[in-house]
């Protein structure tokens, strides 16, 4: 199993960017999948998590800028980051819980992908 980020990158304050995750290998079901970012220096926190049913949690820092969806056919989960700040400059990582077979579950991370906000 494997998770796989990509859309990060450098933008300006104010600029948008979406990231998205694919799982892929053996899968038989997936339930919670979420977005994480670390900043140099700080421990890893989480952004935004969303359940199998659809069911969305922020953190305070970017509700109201942030959405996270989820494509189950694709087995794809997406961040859409809206109105980015300098603070928002951080690794962020994908973390799904996977069931690679019926009765059988762990979190699985992706690699990380880079986004700068800067002008």
């Known amino acids: 199993v494997q998770l796989v980020e990509s859309g990060g990158g450098l933008v300006q304050p104010g600029g948008s960017l979406r990231l998205s995750c694919a799982a892929s290998?053996?899968?038989?079901?997936?339930?919670?999948m979420g977005w994480y970012r670390q900043a140099p220096g700080k421990q890893r926190e989480l952004v935004a998590t969303?359940?199998?049913?659809?069911?969305?949690n922020y953190a305070d820092s970017v509700k109201g800028r942030f959405t996270i969806s989820r494509d189950n056919a694709k087995k794809t989960v997406y961040l859409q980051m809206n109105s980015l700040k300098p603070e928002d400059t951080a690794a962020y990582y994908c973390?799904?819980?996977?069931?690679?077979?019926?009765?059988?579950?762990?979190?699985?991370w992706g690699q990380g992908t880079q986004v700068t906000v800067s002008s």
């Open positions: 290998g053996s899968i038989f079901r997936i339930d919670a």
């Open positions: 969303i359940s199998s049913g659809g069911s969305t």
């Open positions: 973390n799904a819980d996977i069931f690679p077979a019926r009765l059988v579950h762990r979190d699985y």
